[in-house]
């Protein structure tokens, strides 16, 4: 069984950086998934943020480009989250997302079959 534990959130300032990570298990490698991140804030919709397959490809919502890195070390089944000159609107409980087959439609909630349990993250003005 597919098991995803995210870790690294907490409170910031607006402009800090807070890097997430997501630890994968129950695979021998997860080189060959389809990893994301989304986040969901209060009274919203979840949302797509940022997702990576085969470590060379990565995407990511226009409202986090140029702020936010998705990476995956395949030598620890980590995926991570560098997020950086953060903003209030920031603020959000983040998911880490894995499927072993990557659909292509990356940004959908649908494409990807294992869930983590979310961490907190709080961006202060």
């Known amino acids: 069984q597919v098991q995803l534990v995210e870790s690294g959130g907490g409170l910031v300032q607006a402009g800090g950086s807070l890097r997430l990570s997501c630890a994968a298990s129950?695979?021998?490698?997860?080189?060959?998934?389809?990893m994301g991140w989304f986040r969901q804030a209060p009274g919203k919709e979840r949302e797509f943020v940022a997702a990576?397959?085969?470590?060379?490809?990565?995407y990511y919502a226009d409202s986090v480009k140029g702020r936010f890195t998705i990476s995956l070390d395949n030598a620890k089944n980590t995926v991570y989250l560098q997020m950086n000159s953060l903003k209030p609107e920031d603020t959000a409980v983040y998911y880490c997302?894995?499927?072993?087959?990557?659909?292509?439609?990356?940004?959908?909630?649908?494409?990807?079959?294992?869930w983590g349990q979310g961490t907190q993250v709080t961006v202060s003005s």
């Open positions: 129950g695979r021998r490698t997860f080189s060959s998934y389809a």
């Open positions: 997302a894995a499927d072993p087959v990557w659909r292509g439609n990356y940004a959908s909630r649908s494409s990807y079959r294992y």
């Open positions: 990576t397959w085969s470590t060379s490809s990565t």
